[in-house]
């Protein structure tokens, strides 16, 4: 469940950001000690710089530099979060209830079959989610996998994420949802590229869907 031990491409550009922010936050707040450091160091250094220069330089020329940088790197990587919009990309359907997960595919002869509780996707490829709830909001999260996004009735919200090897991950609702919350989780088992239409062609067929929002709006 560590968001740190990444194990796809979405999760790995996550948790680089959450470094590249803490070394930031880690030397603004060294620098700033220093400072503090050095008065009380050298009381009354500095008595003689305007106190313009300590606002302009300090409250304004100093955040602009520092965070400048952090905000474009921030969303540079999170765009690499959205689909890719590629109509190849492998599409799941995901429907949320208390206090269950339904997943619905199309198998090899593009038949929709369905499972509960556990997403089966092919390792090393990217697969999309069309993530909605039938009954209140919930939020689907596997965090080693991908961010979390929520589930909300009446509308479909879209994430992309893929598993670099074979693998059994974790999946939780990361949003109260009620009593049973916690009991809400879910596997997501990541299979090898020569067993998954083996396993999609062992799913039972889909039943019919209960929630008409659009597909595929995010």
């Not at 009620?178 to 088992?189: D, I, N, P, S």
Request: hydrophobic residues 50%; charged residues 10%.
């Amino acid at each position: 469940m560590s968001t740190l031990d990444t194990a796809g491409p979405a999760a790995a550009s996550i948790a680089t950001l959450w470094w590249v922010m803490l070394i930031g936050a880690t030397l603004i707040f060294l620098f700033v000690m220093a400072l503090l450091a050095l008065v009380f160091i050298r009381p009354g250094i500095g008595r003689g710089t305007p106190a313009s220069w300590w606002l302009v330089g300090g409250g304004l020329a100093f955040p602009a530099v520092v965070l400048t940088p952090l905000l474009i790197y921030a969303l540079w990587a999170g765009e690499r979060l959205f689909p890719t919009g590629d109509p190849a990309v492998a599409q799941v359907d995901v429907v949320a209830r208390q206090w269950e997960w339904n997943f619905t595919y199309r198998n090899a002869a593009g038949a929709p079959v369905q499972s509960s509780n556990t997403l089966h996707i092919q390792a090393g490829q990217p697969v999309q989610l069309n993530i909605t709830s039938a009954d209140v909001i919930h939020s689907f999260w596997v965090p080693r996998l991908a961010g979390k996004i929520d589930a909300i009735p009446g509308h479909v919200t879209v994430l992309q994420l893929k598993a670099d090897a074979p693998g059994l991950y974790r999946g939780i609702c990361a949003e109260f949802c009620g009593t049973a919350h916690l009991e809400m989780q879910f596997a997501l088992q990541a299979h090898a590229a020569e067993d998954f239409n083996a396993v999609l062609g062992g799913l039972p067929p889909a039943a019919a869907p209960d929630v008409n929002a659009p597909r595929g709006r995010p």
